[in-house]
T-cell receptor, first 112, second 111 residues
Framework: QQQVKQSPQSLIVQKGGIPIINCAYE??????FPWYQQFPGKGPALLIAIRPDVSEKKEGRFTISFNKSAKQFSLHIMDSQPGDSATYFCAASIKGGYALNFGKGTSLLVTP | KAGVTQTPRYLIKTRGQQVTLSCSPISGHRSVSWYQQTPGQGLQFLFEYFSETQRNKGNFPGRFSGRQFSNSRSEMNVSTLELGDSALYLCASSLGHGVQYFGAGTRLSVL
């Protein structure tokens, strides 16, 4: 069963827009929440990650918002560019564990 | 520093055969994890090795096995291949908790 639910499945935004991808989880033992970006023919690459003791983390144009009480977290991409077109995965893992539980992914297309 | 290297990049096998995939982690990384990626199921955790010991295992049948060598290189084996085993197999290496770096994967096609 999918431990991390991700939405939407696909997303189209215009250049400069702010796509938002949402994830939800049930297991309160999760304590590490990374986001990965994957281009066709490549493996996933770590984009940004957050732990539940902070509500927001920003790295460049990428921001994670984390709501511990709702068990939800989201990725915002500011000033999106066509080069951001890729598949994005959220994930979660349990403290001390190395098994990442991935969402099903969101295919993002940024149009010029 | 070289990244995670997976070989071969592509494989074609027939049902019933077995296959071995290889993964060389980032230098200094002692943890290697394997994932299966399919369009239907997404990315699913197979198993993780640390210092030659399997520490975690996902929900896959016993046909899927792995091992890790003293130099941290890892191999994954799938026996008695089924059509449903066609997937991209990804290896990830790690130095610390949660931060995993992925290779480009091996695409396995079972005919």
């Amino acid at each position: 069963q999918q431990q991390v639910k991700q939405s939407p499945q696909s997303l189209i935004v215009q250049k400069g827009g702010i796509p938002i991808i949402n994830c939800a989880y049930e297991n309160t033992a999760f304590d590490y929440f990374p986001w990965y970006q994957q281009f066709p023919g490549k493996g996933p690459a770590l984009l940004i990650a957050i732990r539940p003791d902070v509500s927001e983390k920003k790295e460049g144009r990428f921001t994670i918002s984390f709501n511990k009480s709702a068990k939800q977290f989201s990725l915002h991409i500011m000033d999106s560019q066509p080069g951001d077109s890729a598949t994005y995965f959220c994930a979660a893992s349990i403290k001390g564990g190395y098994a990442l539980n991935f969402g099903k992914g969101t295919s993002l297309l940024v149009t010029p | 520093k070289a990244g995670v290297t997976q070989t071969p990049r592509y494989l074609i096998k027939t049902r019933g055969q077995q296959v071995t995939l290889s993964c060389s982690p980032i230098s200094g990384h002692r943890s290697v994890s394997w994932y299966q990626q399919t369009p239907g199921q997404g990315l699913q955790f197979l198993f993780e090795y640390f210092s030659e010991t399997q520490r975690n295992k996902g929900n896959f049948p016993g046909r899927f096995s792995g091992r890790q060598f003293s130099n941290s290189r890892s191999e994954m084996n799938v026996s008695t291949l089924e059509l449903g085993d066609s997937a991209l197999y990804l290896c990830a290496s790690s130095l610390g908790h949660g931060v995993q770096y992925f290779g480009a994967g091996t695409r396995l096609s079972v005919l």
